[in-house]
C-alpha cells in the first residue's frame, strides 16, 4: 500500500513537468478568508491596520511526499487610499518545493453606501526547485536519464492584479495573482526533448463574503471561493462561519467534490487571532491519509487613530 501512495504523489509531482499541457494550480486554503493578500492584492490596506498573518497547512496526513505549505503577509494602508502588503509563500508536495515572494500596492475608491473599491498590483517572483532524487522507490526505472529532472532555484517573474470591493458587511474579490504563464526546463537534460517543462498557469479566484447580525451576540457570514485555471475543474469552497460575543468562531465548509472542513477561531484579544482548519477528504485517496489541517494567527500591529475596531470576518 505505501507504494501504491507513493505512486500516487509520483503522478502529482509529475504531472505538472511534462511535456503535455497539464495544468499547475496554486496552493489552496481552507481558511482563504483570513489570508486574502496571497490571492488578491487589492486586500493589500482594507483591514485599516497594520496586519500581520501567518498559516500554515499539511495536507493528506500520513501519505509521504503529500503537500506542505507556509505563507506569511504583512500589509497597512498608507495614507487614505493606498496600501502596501508583502507575502511570502512556501509550497512542498513530493519532490518540487516553490518559494513565492511578492509585493502588494492597492489604490481605494471611495463609492456611495460606504463601498470601496480597492484596485490590486501585485509583482515578485517564483524560486522553483524539483529533486528527482527523492524518487527512489521501485515504482520508477532509477538511472533513467528521460526520468531525471533537476531545477535549482529557478527564478520566475509574477505580476498580477485585483479587484476588491467592500463595505462593513460584505466583500467581493476577483483576481489572478500571476497572469505570466512562465515555462521552466531542465537545461541539463540530455536532449532537446526531455519532458522536464513545467508551465506556471494563470489561477482566477472569484471571492465574496456577507456577515449577518442575527443578534447582539451572534453574526452568521457565509462566503464562497471559485477558482478556475486551465486543464483543471472548477473548485468551489463553501463555507460558513457564526462569531460568537465577538469572540469565539466557529464554521463548516466544503470543497465541492473533494472535502468536508470544520473551522475553529478565537479573538484572543482586540489585536490577536488564532484559527484552527481540518479537512476530511471525501474522495476515494481519504483511505490513505488521516486529513489536511491548517493553522493560522493574525496579528494587528496597531490601529489608525489608536482605536480598536471590532474583530471582523474579512
Not at 532537446?192 to 449577518?212: C, I, P
Not at 484559527?275 to 488521516?290: P, V, W
Request: glycine fraction near 8%.
Amino acid at each position: 500500500m505505501r507504494n501504491y501512495c507513493i505512486v500516487i504523489l509520483a503522478f502529482i509531482g509529475l504531472g505538472c513537468f511534462s511535456n503535455k499541457a497539464y495544468a499547475q494550480q496554486d496552493a489552496q486554503y481552507t481558511q482563504y478568508m483570513y489570508n486574502t493578500l496571497s490571492i488578491n492584492p487589492a486586500y493589500a490596506g482594507s483591514r485599516d491596520v497594520l496586519s500581520f498573518v501567518g498559516l500554515y497547512r499539511t495536507q493528506w496526513v500520513g501519505l509521504d511526499g503529500a503537500p506542505d505549505t507556509f505563507t506569511a503577509s504583512l500589509h497597512s494602508p498608507v495614507g487614505e487610499k493606498v496600501g502596501l502588503g508583502l507575502n511570502v509563500t512556501h509550497d512542498e508536495i513530493f519532490i518540487t518545493s516553490e518559494t513565492y515572494i511578492d509585493a502588494s500596492f492597492s489604490y481605494t475608491l471611495d463609492l456611495p453606501n460606504d463601498g470601496k473599491l480597492a484596485l490590486g498590483l501585485k509583482a515578485g517572483g517564483q524560486f522553483l526547485n524539483i529533486d528527482t532524487n527523492k524518487l527512489n522507490t521501485g515504482a520508477f526505472n532509477q538511472g533513467d536519464s528521460e526520468a531525471e529532472i533537476n531545477i535549482d532555484n529557478k527564478f520566475s517573474p509574477q505580476f498580477g492584479l485585483g479587484l476588491y470591493y467592500y463595505t462593513d458587511s460584505f466583500y467581493l474579490g476577483l483576481s489572478a495573482p500571476n497572469l505570466l504563464e512562465t515555462e521552466h526546463f531542465d537545461e541539463n537534460a540530455s536532449n532537446n526533448n526531455s519532458f522536464a517543462t513545467a508551465k506556471e498557469r494563470v489561477n482566477l479566484y472569484l471571492m465574496a463574503g456577507k456577515t449577518f447580525d442575527l443578534n447582539e451576540d451572534l453574526k452568521f457570514k457565509p462566503s464562497v471561493l471559485f477558482k478556475l485555471v486551465e486543464g483543471a475543474p472548477l473548485q468551489t469552497d463553501l463555507s460558513a462561519n457564526f462569531l460568537i460575543q465577538e469572540k469565539i468562531t466557529l464554521g463548516a465548509a466544503y470543497r465541492w467534490s473533494a472535502a468536508f472542513s470544520g473551522m475553529v477561531g478565537f479573538q484572543i484579544s482586540d489585536q490577536l487571532m488564532l484559527g484552527l482548519a481540518y479537512d476530511r477528504e471525501t474522495t476515494e485517496l481519504q483511505q490513505f491519509n488521516d486529513g489536511s489541517y491548517e493553522i493560522f494567527l493574525r496579528y494587528e500591529l496597531f490601529k489608525r487613530n489608536n482605536r480598536m475596531i471590532s474583530p471582523r470576518f474579512f
